[in-house]
Structures are given as structure tokens and as C-alpha cells.
């Protein structure tokens, strides 16, 4: 049991390169979310999910766009990169209904330069 | 909007010695509190998740407890080991789509 894949671990991007971070979960989970973390700041959500077709924005949203075609996916993509931009970034995913915690990903670590 | 709270920062304790982390939060009106523990460069592992009708929850060593009329919830750990040491977060779940807020975490570093 795979449980949620982050795909890549690192990533160095160029200012205004265009890119996707890849979430996958095999759980058949129904809530799915997007997660930066920036020192001093903390955890703070970009975009969720509660189901294949719907999507919602967090606290950070702006410069990031997602979709959620399947149950499985949720690839998050960064439109223009900037600077501002470099973080840690978790993907998380939970049964919903109140039934269960969440499960991350092991991150992917973005720098843009 | 909801605002989670851990104090300390950062935690140093002798091996063996039993401890508590605090997380509080302003907003009563949870779905659930988990708590989560994150090694330096690591994902978060989840350690134990409470539920907004349960009072606590344990996992061996680890026991947390819930108090929404309070605000706060408590992270026991008892015997604590080197191998405890890394940065502890709490996580209030809010509404229908249950979405994460974090704490900033507490930094526990137990000294053999």
C-alpha cells in the first residue's frame, strides 16, 4: 500500500517556467489537499478537494491552479513560477465524512531562481 | 477564522522524562484534532487523531487529549527516548470539507 506519492522530490525551476506537481493516493480517499511549507509560516492550505470534479481554494492560492479528474489524482500546477514560490509543498489525503485523519505525502521540495 | 497555537516552540528534556506538548485553538467548532510528528526534512506522520466527540486517544507511549469547550488539546508522552525527537504538530479540522490548520509545532529534542 503505496499510500499518498508525491512526484518529484526536488525541483529547481526557472522564474516564469511553468510546471506540475504530481499527488497520487491508491487509499480511495475522497478529500484531497495541497499544503506549502515555508519556515516560520507554517503549514498553509493552496487548494482542496472533496471529490473527483470538485475543487476549492485555501489560504495561498494565487499562482497555483488544480484539478481532480479521478479519485486518485491531484496534480497541482504552477502557472508563472516565482521566487516567492520556493517551498515545501505536501499533498494530503483523507476518507472524509469525518471517518478518518489525513495521510501525506512525503513532499516535494521546490526552489525557483 | 481558526488559529492554532503551540506552546513552547521548542521543548529540550532528559531521556526517560515524561512530557506534555500544548496546541490550542480559538474556534470550538472542530471535526477533528490529529496531531502529527515531522522528522528534519520528512513528511508528516500522523500520531493520533481525536475525533470532535472523544475526550482522548492513546498509541502506546502517546496519549492526547480534546477539550473543545477549552480550546486546547495536550500531547502526552511518557518515557520519552532520542529517538522522540522532532518537531510535533496539532491540526484542527474545520467544517464539512475538513480542512487543515496548523499549529507552528513544538521542537522536541530529548538528550540521552
Known amino acids: 500500500n503505496a499510500g499518498v506519492t508525491q512526484t518529484p522530490k526536488f525541483q529547481v525551476l526557472k522564474t516564469g517556467q511553468s510546471m506540475t506537481l504530481q499527488c497520487a493516493q491508491d487509499?480511495?480517499?475522497?478529500?484531497m489537499s495541497w499544503y506549502r511549507q515555508d519556515p516560520g509560516m507554517g503549514l498553509r492550505l493552496i487548494h482542496y478537494s472533496v471529490g473527483a470534479g470538485i475543487t476549492d481554494q485555501g489560504e495561498v492560492p494565487n499562482g497555483y491552479n488544480v484539478s481532480r479528474s479521478t479519485t486518485e489524482d491531484f496534480p497541482l500546477r504552477l502557472l508563472s513560477a516565482a521566487p516567492s514560490q520556493t517551498s515545501v509543498y505536501f499533498c494530503a489525503s483523507s476518507p472524509g465524512q469525518g471517518v478518518g485523519g489525513y495521510t501525506f505525502g512525503s513532499g516535494t521540495r521546490l526552489t525557483v531562481v | 477564522k481558526q488559529e492554532v497555537t503551540q506552546i513552547p516552540a521548542a521543548l529540550s528534556v532528559p531521556e526517560g522524562e515524561n512530557l506534555v506538548l500544548n496546541c490550542s485553538f480559538t474556534?470550538?467548532?472542530?471535526?477533528?484534532l490529529q496531531w502529527f510528528r515531522q522528522d528534519p526534512g520528512k513528511g508528516l506522520t500522523s500520531l493520533l487523531l481525536?475525533?470532535?466527540?472523544?475526550r482522548e486517544q492513546t498509541s502506546g507511549r502517546l496519549n492526547a487529549s480534546l477539550d473543545k469547550s477549552s480550546g486546547r488539546s495536550t500531547l502526552y508522552i511518557a518515557a520519552s527516548q532520542p529517538g522522540d525527537s522532532a518537531t510535533y504538530l496539532c491540526?484542527?479540522?474545520?467544517?464539512?470539507?475538513?480542512?487543515?490548520?496548523f499549529g507552528k509545532g513544538t521542537k522536541l529534542t530529548v538528550n540521552p
Open positions: 481525536i475525533q470532535s466527540s472523544q
Open positions: 474556534d470550538s467548532a472542530i471535526y477533528n
Open positions: 487509499m480511495n480517499h475522497e478529500y
Open positions: 491540526a484542527s479540522s474545520q467544517g464539512g470539507s475538513e480542512k487543515l490548520v
